[in-house]
T-cell receptor, first 113, second 116 residues
Framework: GDSVTQTEGQVALSEEDFLTIHCNYS??????LFWYVQYPGEGPQLLFR?????EKGSSRGFEATYDKGTTSFHLRKASVQESDSAVYYC????????????FGKGTKLSVKS | DAAVTQKPRYLIKMKGQEAEMKCIPE?????VFWYQQKQSKELKFLIY????????QIDMVKERFSAVCPSSSLCSLGIRTCEAEDSALYLC??????????????FGSGTRLTVL
């Protein structure tokens, strides 16, 4: 079946550090890829999405580029802030009758000031 | 604030009891999804409704859960006989439906179930 792999389970950084969270997917077809963020006590919320090869998604300084060749959608941010501390999820979906999101296991980001 | 509303926020049940949680999807959304989240990390898909009809669900839901969407504005997820392993955050999400591609899912804040 379809799957999403996030390499990092936890990431600890200081403010202004560069962030990379790796996301690779395995799917039979051409899925839409998502990054969601979840803060304590809340449900996941969309950070951004991308539907085509080489499409770049971005929001709040975070960005990722859909790479069909390497089946990747790595999340990056040039300078993290303490307020970015949260759990980040990479996910995929095909829509239609297969509309569910398949999530990676999540990466907990902790940023200290 | 989440446009998807879930109630109750917290639910405590004894082992063997029945549990029920409700979800009000975002207005205009025809697709509803339920996920289970344990230990604040992994999100496990449970069931997907489109226009109140279940289109996809995992075996665990068929065997031990009862999920319905009697109207476009209300869905519920029930557990017939709670077990300790059911302790988790249950998240409801909704989206519009599009035949040609994937829609974004919008999540509620969840119902935290504790089974004692």
């Amino acid at each position: 079946g379809d799957s999403v792999t996030q390499t990092e389970g936890q990431v600890a950084l200081s403010e202004e550090d560069f962030l990379t969270i790796h996301c690779n997917y395995s799917a039979s077809g051409y899925p839409t890829l998502f990054w969601y963020v979840q803060y304590p006590g809340e449900g996941p919320q969309l950070l951004f999405r991308a539907s085509r090869d080489k499409e770049k998604g971005s929001s709040r300084g975070f960005e990722a580029t859909y790479d069909k060749g390497t089946t990747s959608f790595h999340l990056r941010k040039a300078s993290v802030q303490e307020s970015d501390s949260a759990v980040y999820y990479c996910a995929l979906s095909f829509g239609g009758s297969n509309a569910k999101l398949t999530f990676g296991k999540g990466t907990k980001l902790s940023v200290k000031s | 604030d989440a446009a998807v509303t879930q109630k109750p926020r917290y639910l405590i049940k004894m082992k063997g009891q029945e549990a029920e949680m409700k979800c009000i999807p975002e207005k205009g959304h025809t697709a509803v999804f339920w996920y289970q989240q344990k230990q604040s990390k992994e999100l496990k898909f449970l069931i997907y409704f489109q226009n109140q009809q279940p289109l996809d669900q995992i075996d665990m839901v068929k065997e031990r859960f009862s999920a319905v969407c009697p109207s476009s504005s209300l869905c519920s997820l029930g557990i017939r006989t709670c077990e300790a392993e059911d302790s988790a955050l249950y998240l409801c999400s909704s989206s519009q439906f599009r035949l040609g591609g994937a829609e974004t899912l919008y999540f509620g804040s969840g119902t935290r179930l504790t089974v004692l």
